[in-house]
């Protein structure tokens, strides 16, 4: 099903904080394939060397701007036939430095974007990102997206963010009730690739870039908790499929990887794969994130929906993603702790 899809027309795309990891990928994504992409991103944890290969691709445009005040919007979100909306204030570090912020952006801008798009007359498909962190401190074994979902308010924490993504679903599906809206609510579960930045907090990026400078590998905690890894290639391809499916629209569908490993296997994976020299750092949460910490000890998605909406099957393992990374990497040096 997946292979079958054959594109005749080309689209309009428009990405909202396509400056990132996950936006610069689907960037490249559309414009492999013919489709003219405008960018808008603010560069505050994304960056100009991901949009750089773009640069001479006459159907790709960027406008440096914030979300939450950029005049064009109405203008974009007029011509787009789909919206990929990512700008969010994101990354361990960054959302436990910034609170205020993550509830600023991360509602404030879905809202200015939807209500763009619901008065847009072309009525573009709109995939408003959520994210694995929904799932709060649920413990099931398995993240379905019917589990009823439990919360603790805290001072700091992830609470925060996990409400904001929460809050985008909830305004995602207002819009479509109300104004007819065509939304597509991915809640996407680590996300990696080329493109990523350790900078924020994210793990692999870490680990890669310790591993191929010989500096131990920061383990955080004793290094049991898990996560599923789906490559960044994967993701968009999931998220295009999701987009074009409309059986798909109005409800959270859970896109990644099903495969989970101890944070501390893939410390080792990477050290192994890397015939790095490397060792093993572990270091308690508190002093990883400055303050007492609530850490999620296991996260595996259930994607049974999204495979029954859109027939996807990850195409990348986890193997061949840390290769991939190391190779790119290898004699870069990691620019600004930036996977190439
Ligand atoms: N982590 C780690 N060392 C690092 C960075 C992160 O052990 O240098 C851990 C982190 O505590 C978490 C896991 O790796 O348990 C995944 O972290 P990331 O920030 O990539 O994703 P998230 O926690 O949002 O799933």
Redesign the pocket.
């Known amino acids: 099903m997946q292979s079958a899809k054959i594109w005749l027309f080309t689209m309009n795309i428009l990405i909202t904080g396509g400056g990132g990891f996950i936006g610069s990928n689907l960037a490249g994504f559309h414009l492999n394939r013919g489709d003219r992409v405008v960018v808008v991103d603010d560069l505050s944890t994304g960056s100009d060397a991901n949009l750089a290969p773009f640069s001479t691709n006459p159907g790709f445009r960027f406008a440096k701007a914030d979300l939450l005040d950029w005049p064009h919007l109405a203008k974009e979100a007029a011509v787009a036939d789909r919206i990929y909306h990512l700008a969010a204030v994101v990354?361990?570090?960054r959302v436990l430095r910034e609170p205020v912020r993550v509830t600023q952006v991360n509602v404030g801008a879905t809202e200015r974007l939807l209500d763009a798009a619901a008065k847009s007359g072309r009525k573009p498909q709109v995939v408003i990102a959520s994210?694995?962190?929904v799932y709060g401190r649920c413990h099931a074994g398995e993240l379905r997206e019917e589990i009823e979902l439990v919360f603790a308010p805290r001072r700091g924490g992830?609470t925060g963010y996990a409400l904001s993504k929460l809050t985008n679903e909830i305004q995602a599906m207002a819009y479509q009730r109300i104004h007819g809206l065509n939304v597509t609510i991915p809640r996407l579960?680590?996300a990696?690739g080329p493109h990523q930045t350790?900078t924020?907090?994210?793990?692999?990026p870490?680990?890669v870039k310790?591993a191929l400078s010989g500096v131990p590998?920061?383990?955080?905690?004793d290094?049991m908790?898990?996560?599923s890894f789906c490559d960044v290639r994967d993701t968009c391809a999931a998220l295009d499929l999701l987009a074009s499916s409309p059986a798909a629209a109005g409800q959270p569908v859970n896109v990644g990887n099903t495969r989970e490993i101890r944070?501390?296997d893939?410390?080792k994976l990477v050290i192994g794969r890397s015939g790095s020299a490397s060792t093993l750092e572990f270091?308690p949460?508190d002093e990883?994130?400055g303050e007492k910490?609530d850490?999620?000890?296991q996260?595996r998605p259930v994607t049974e929906k999204l495979r029954e909406l859109t027939g996807f099957v990850p195409q990348w393992t986890l193997e061949s993603t840390i290769d991939d990374l190391i190779a790119r990497n290898r004699d870069s040096g990691v620019a600004g702790g930036r996977l190439l």
């Open positions: 990354g361990m570090f994210s694995s962190s992830l579960f680590n990696v350790g924020y907090g994210f793990v692999l870490r680990f310790q590998l920061t383990v955080f905690g290094g908790q898990t996560r944070i501390l893939l410390a270091v949460f990883a994130y910490f850490h999620i000890t996260r």
